[in-house]
C-alpha cells in the first residue's frame, strides 16, 4: 500500500527510474568495484558524483543567464 | 592511374554532372558516387599517387592505419546524408553535399601540407553553400562570416606551410611541434577548423542555420577533419590536453541555457570534440585509437540527432525548445531515433558512445591525470544532461501539442533507421570497430566496473532533472540569444572598430565595392543559373577572402 501511495507521488516513470537507481547502489555490495583511480572507489562515487554535476550544471546554468543571455534579435 | 586517385577525388570531381540529372537519377547517382569512392580504400595502405611539379612532391593519396577509420566513417556519414535528403529536389544543395564529403574525404589522404590545404579550401568553399542552403537572411550573414573563417584558417595552413617547407626543405604531413613558428601557425588552423575555445564560435553560429539535410552534412565532416590533422600531425602534444579539457567543460552550461535545440546540439558537438582533442594531447596507442573511435561514433550518433532535430524543423517548422514539445504522438518513430542517439552520446552500455568513450577514459587513468579525468566525468553528466535529456525531452514531450504534424518522410526514416542501428551495432560488438582503429589493442569495455560506474553516473544525473522538473525547479526555455566566442567579431570589434576607423573604413569599404563588382561582372557573365541571393552573399565572402589572403602573403614574405 505505502508502495503503491509512493508511486502516486512521484509518477510511474519517476519511480521506475528510482528503483532502478535503488538497484545500481545495491550492486555495489557484489563485489569490489574497481575505478581508475582511488577516489572512484569509494561507496556510491558516481551515484553522488552524477547526481551533484546534474544540480551543479542546472544551477550554474541558470545563474549565466544573466550574463550571457540576450534578446532573440540582439545581432539583427 | 585511375586507381590510385584518393578516395573522395571521384565524388568532388563527379559532382559537376549532378545538374544535368533528373532528381531520382540525382540520388542515384550520387550513391553511385559514394560506393565507387570507397571502392577505392581496398588499395591497401602506403602512398599510392605522387605528382612532381617544379621539383615539389605533391603526396596526393596516401592511406595509412590512421586515415582508414575517418575515411570508412566519412564514407558512410555522406551515404546517410544523401538518404536523408532524398525528399528535396535542389540540385544546389546536392552538388554542395557530394562536393564538400568527396574534399573531405580526399583531405584524409593528402601527404604533405600543400596537397592538405588544397583540400582544406576545397571543403570550406562547397560546405559554405550548405550554410547558404537555409535560405534565410541569417543564414546568408552566418555564411559570410562562415566563409571569412574557414578561409583563414587555411590561410593560417598555408602560412604554416610554406614556413615549414624553408626550414625543414619538405612539406611532409607528419609529426610537428608547437615550439616552431610554421608548426604553431598549423597548429592555429587545425585548431580554428576543430573549435578550439574562443575560436568556436563560428561553429555554432552557423551549423543552426543551415537547411535540415545542409546541417546533417556539416556536422559530419569539418571538424572531424580537423580532429584527423591533430592527431596525425600534434598526437601527445601537451597542451591538447587541457584545451580539449575546457572543450568539454564550458559549452555544457551554454548548451543548458540554450532555446534552439539544433544549437544545444552544435554546442554539445564542441564538447565532444574535447574528448578527442585530450585523447589527441595524451597521445598513447590507446588513447589515439579512442579518438579514432570516438569520432568514429560521433559522426554517426551526432548525425541522427541532427537528422532527428532536421525532421522536426521539417515538420513543425522550429527548433525551438520553447516552441516545441509533444511531439511523441506525431512522430514516434522520430521519438525512438532521437532516444537511440540521445543514448548513444551520453554512453549508455550497449551504445556506441559508450564503447569509445570508455577507450579514452581508460588512456586518462593509465596517465594519472586525476583532475583531467575528473573534468571528463563531469562532462559526461554534462552531455547526458544536454544531448541526453533536454534535446527528446523538449522536442518530443514537455508539453502537450495543439497542432498536428506528420511522421517524417519514409527517406528521412530510413536513413534515422541505418544510423540508428549502427549506433546499436558499434555499442553491442565493439570488436569491428576495434579492428580497424589505428592501433592494435587489446581492449574490454564492457567489465563489471565500467558498466556500473557509469550506469550508476548516469541514472542518478536523470533522478536529478527528473527531481528539477517534478518539483518545478527547472525554468521553462526562454526565446534568446546566448553570448559566445563570435560576440567579439560581430558586437565587439564593429562597436570599437566603426567610429575609431571610420576613414580606413571608408577605404576598404571602395575597396569592397570594386572587388565586389568586378566579381559581379565575371559571374553575371558565367553564372546564369544561380539566383542573386547567392551572389549577393559570395560578392563580400569573395572580396573578404582576397583581403584576407593579400594580408597572410604579406605576412609570410615578413616572416621569411
Known amino acids: ?76 | 592511374m585511375i586507381n590510385s586517385l584518393p578516395p573522395g577525388f571521384i565524388m568532388f570531381i563527379g559532382a559537376f554532372l549532378i545538374p544535368f540529372l533528373p532528381k531520382l537519377g540525382r540520388q542515384i547517382y550520387m550513391i553511385f558516387l559514394v560506393l565507387l569512392s570507397a571502392f577505392f580504400l581496398f588499395n591497401g595502405f602506403g602512398t599510392h599517387l605522387t605528382i612532381n611539379v617544379l621539383d615539389y612532391n605533391f603526396i596526393i593519396n596516401h592511406s595509412d592505419n590512421l586515415s582508414l577509420p575517418f575515411a570508412i566513417v566519412f564514407h558512410i556519414a555522406a551515404f546517410i546524408t544523401i538518404i536523408y535528403g532524398a525528399h528535396k529536389d535542389d540540385w544546389k544543395e546536392n552538388v554542395a553535399v557530394i562536393s564538400y564529403a568527396g574534399a573531405a574525404i580526399a583531405a584524409l589522404h593528402a601527404g604533405d601540407l600543400f596537397t592538405l590545404f588544397f583540400w582544406w579550401e576545397a571543403t570550406a568553399f562547397t560546405s559554405v553553400f550548405l550554410v547558404l542552403g537555409g535560405n534565410t537572411t541569417r543564414a546568408y550573414r552566418a555564411a559570410f562570416r562562415y566563409i571569412v573563417i574557414q578561409v583563414g584558417s587555411g590561410m593560417f595552413l598555408l602560412a604554416g606551410a610554406v614556413l615549414f617547407l624553408y626550414s625543414n626543405g619538405n612539406a611532409l604531413l607528419g609529426q610537428m611541434s608547437i615550439d616552431d613558428t610554421s608548426g604553431l601557425l598549423i597548429f592555429l588552423a587545425f585548431g580554428i577548423k576543430a573549435a578550439f575555445p574562443f575560436l568556436n564560435g563560428w561553429l555554432q553560429d552557423t551549423y543552426p542555420e543551415a537547411s535540415e539535410v545542409g546541417t546533417v552534412a556539416l556536422s559530419s565532416f569539418t571538424t572531424k577533419l580537423a580532429i584527423y590533422a591533430l592527431a596525425r600531425s600534434f598526437a601527445g602534444t601537451d597542451i591538447l590536453i587541457y584545451i580539449g579539457a575546457l572543450m568539454t567543460f564550458f559549452p555544457i552550461f551554454f548548451a543548458v541555457i540554450e532555446n534552439d535545440l539544433r544549437r544545444v546540439l552544435a554546442y554539445s558537438l564542441n564538447n565532444q570534440l574535447g574528448f578527442m582533442v585530450v585523447a589527441v594531447g595524451i597521445g598513447t596507442e590507446l588513447a589515439i585509437n579512442g579518438a579514432a573511435a570516438h569520432a568514429f561514433a560521433h559522426i554517426i550518433y551526432k548525425g541522427l540527432l541532427f537528422m532527428s532535430m532536421g525532421a522536426v524543423l521539417y515538420r513543425a517548422g522550429t527548433t525551438k525548445a520553447s516552441e516545441l514539445g509533444g511531439l511523441y504522438k506525431y512522430m514516434p518513430f522520430t521519438t525512438i531515433f532521437c532516444i537511440i542517439g540521445a543514448m548513444s552520446i551520453s554512453a549508455f552500455p550497449l551504445f556506441s558512445g559508450f564503447v569509445a568513450k570508455s577507450l579514452i577514459m581508460s588512456s586518462l587513468g593509465g596517465m594519472g591525470m586525476v583532475l583531467i579525468y575528473f573534468i571528463l566525468f563531469f562532462a559526461s553528466a554534462g552531455v547526458l544532461e544536454h544531448s541526453g535529456i533536454k534535446i527528446p525531452y523538449f522536442a518530443f514531450f514537455a508539453h502537450e501539442r495543439k497542432n498536428k504534424v506528420k511522421e517524417a518522410p519514409i527517406n528521412m526514416l530510413i536513413a534515422m533507421g541505418i544510423a540508428a542501428f549502427l549506433c546499436i551495432a558499434i555499442g553491442v560488438f565493439p570488436k569491428y570497430l576495434y579492428q580497424i582503429l589505428p592501433y592494435a589493442v587489446e581492449y574490454q569495455p564492457y567489465t563489471l566496473d565500467h558498466v556500473i560506474s557509469q550506469l550508476q553516473l548516469l541514472v542518478f544525473a536523470i533522478i536529478a532533472f527528473l527531481f528539477l522538473v517534478k518539483f518545478k525547479l527547472y525554468p521553462s526555455e526562454i526565446r534568446s540569444t546566448v553570448l559566445n566566442s563570435d560576440w567579439f567579431y560581430r558586437k565587439m570589434l564593429p562597436g570599437i572598430g566603426k567610429p575609431l576607423f571610420k576613414k580606413i573604413g571608408l577605404l576598404t569599404d571602395s575597396l569592397y565595392k570594386n572587388l565586389g563588382l568586378s566579381f559581379k561582372q565575371v559571374l553575371s557573365k558565367s553564372y546564369k543559373f544561380s539566383n542573386l541571393s547567392y551572389i549577393k552573399v559570395t560578392t563580400p565572402s569573395f572580396a573578404g577572402t582576397i583581403l584576407i589572403s593579400i594580408l597572410f602573403i604579406m605576412l609570410v614574405i615578413v616572416l621569411v
Do not use: Q, T, W
Open chain 1, 1 to 76: 500500500m505505502i508502495l503503491l501511495k509512493l508511486i502516486k507521488k512521484f509518477g510511474k516513470i519517476n519511480s521506475i527510474v528510482l528503483f532502478i537507481c535503488i538497484l545500481l547502489l545495491l550492486l555495489e555490495f557484489v563485489g569490489h568495484r574497481h575505478g581508475e583511480f582511488k577516489i572512484e572507489e569509494f561507496l556510491f562515487f558516481p551515484a553522488l558524483f552524477g547526481y551533484i554535476s546534474c544540480i551543479v550544471i542546472f544551477k550554474v546554468g541558470v545563474a549565466l543567464r544573466s550574463i550571457f543571455m540576450r534578446d532573440e534579435d540582439y545581432y539583427d
